[in-house]
């Protein structure tokens, strides 16, 4: 079925230094959607990305849509300690009824402040 | 706060009893998903509704579990004669197609099961 890959599996970072995380799958991807989960919380919804190549913006966050749809990253510049989390891609089945989503494994990211 | 409710946060039992898990979703969301998620992997879907209809299993959702959302609204996860293994974090969340966010799914904070 569906698989989504996401690298690296951790990222430790010192405050004020870049952060990305890739999200890859073998087949085309409906669209990508990227979750943030703090230590302990749930997954918290960031953005939603449908169309090939497309670039979104959320502060220092940068989210990206390859050409083929079949991979997405996200970009953290200058990291934050409130940045800490584990950052899961997810792709949307949006086919006849099933709306469910299949997560990657996610990137847990620490800061070191 | 989401808004998605989950009841109770916390479950300790022991092999072989049974467990119910309450969902309650955002009010106007007629889409309501349950996921389990286990330490350091993301949440695998197990079940999907649109109002009170089931339309969709993993096969993730074995025999012993079951999940109901009788009026359309709030739902249950049962696991009868739990295991080990069913310890996980089990998430509910609710979407609308109508709500213009674009169906996005809002998480509930989730149960937390650990079967000893």
């Known amino acids: 079925g569906q698989q989504v890959m996401q690298i690296p599996q951790y990222q430790h970072v010192q405050e004020g230094e870049d952060f990305t995380t890739y999200c890859n799958s073998s087949t085309t991807l409906s669209n990508i959607q990227w979750y943030k989960q703090r230590p302990g919380g749930h997954p918290v919804f960031l953005i939603q990305l449908v169309k090939s190549g497309e670039v979104k913006k959320q502060k220092r966050l940068t989210f990206q849509f390859g050409e083929a749809k079949k991979n997405s990253s996200l970009h953290i510049t200058a990291t934050q300690t409130t940045d800490v989390g584990t950052y899961f891609c997810a792709d949307e089945n949006s086919g006849g009824s099933n709306y469910k989503l299949t997560f990657g494994k996610g990137t847990l990211l620490t800061v070191n402040p | 706060d989401t808004g998605v409710s989950q009841d109770p946060r916390h479950k300790i039992t022991k092999r072989g009893q049974n467990v119910t898990f309450r969902c309650d979703p955002i009010?106007?969301?007629?889409?309501l998903y349950w996921y389990r998620q286990t330490l350091g992997q993301g949440p695998e879907f197990l079940t999907y509704f649109q109002n009170e209809a089931q339309l969709e299993k993993s096969r993730l959702l074995s025999d012993r579990f079951s999940a109901e959302r009788p009026k359309g609204s709030f739902s249950t996860l049962e696991i009868q004669r739990t295991e080990q293994g069913d310890s996980a974090m089990y998430l509910c969340?609710?979407?609308?197609?109508?709500?213009?966010?674009?169906?996005?799914?809002?998480f509930g904070p989730g149960t937390r099961l650990t079967v000893l």
């Open positions: 969340a609710s979407s609308s197609p109508n709500s213009g966010d674009g169906d996005t799914q809002y």
């Open positions: 009010s106007e969301h007629n889409r």
